[in-house]
């Protein structure tokens, strides 16, 4: 990896700058603070989407005023491409018990939606009060299952984008701000 002018060469290919961390802490901020006033008076789990979601939810709970449990559970990712490999594995379970509860699932990114239509068929087995799904981005132009998300934090064209949580290689998900490949 090298560094130009704010530009990444990653094995050749340029990423260039896309959403600052100032854009991306504060539309965080207004989503938090929409959750709060949105399940007042409740107290919901998050439920992180492992690897990419944890920076994002670290974040995002932070700007949650309102008393909320946390978890996790992992899915196959798409290992070193850029490309959906078209299907999805559960690699780690839940703890927590969700029937009866509110919940709100946490994703990085929703591309192609094939993750989030898994993650509504696994809970479909369960009885949760309530489930919405908070994504930080979201690629309409990609969308091929019909799936709802309740909470968007920026729509983004199809490209393959990193940092931020967002890996290339398992990589660069510490970078503060969002890369994308330029094309
Ligand atoms: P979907 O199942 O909606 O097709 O894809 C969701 C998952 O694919 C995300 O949780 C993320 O792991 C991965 N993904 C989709 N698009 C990108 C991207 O542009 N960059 C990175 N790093 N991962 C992506």
Avoid: W
Avoid at 55 to 80: A, Q, R, T, W
Avoid at 117 to 137: D, R
Wanted: proline share 3%; glycine share 6%; aromatic share 10%.
């Amino acid at each position: 990896m090298s560094e130009q002018n704010d530009k990444l060469i990653i094995n050749g290919e340029k990423f260039i700058p896309f959403l600052s961390s100032r854009e991306i802490q504060s539309r965080v901020k207004e989503l938090g603070e929409e959750i709060s006033r949105d399940y007042r008076g409740k107290v919901p789990i998050f439920i992180g989407v492992l690897n990419g979601a944890f920076i994002f939810m670290s974040d995002l709970i932070k700007n949650v005023d309102i008393e909320c449990e946390i978890d996790f559970f992992k899915l196959s990712s798409y290992g070193d491409s850029k490309i959906s490999s078209g299907n999805v594995k559960l690699l780690k379970e839940l703890n927590c018990d969700v029937n009866g509860r509110d919940i709100i699932i946490v994703e990085d990114i929703v591309d192609t939606g094939l993750s989030i239509k898994y993650i509504e068929e696994l809970f479909s087995k369960h009885t949760p009060k309530s489930m919405k799904v908070v994504s930080l981005l979201v690629k309409p132009e990609s969308l091929k299952y019909d799936v709802k998300i309740d909470y968007i934090g920026f729509r983004i064209p199809s490209q393959f984008v990193i940092g931020y949580g967002l890996d290339y290689q398992q990589k660069y998900r510490n970078l503060t701000s969002i890369y994308i490949l330029s094309e």
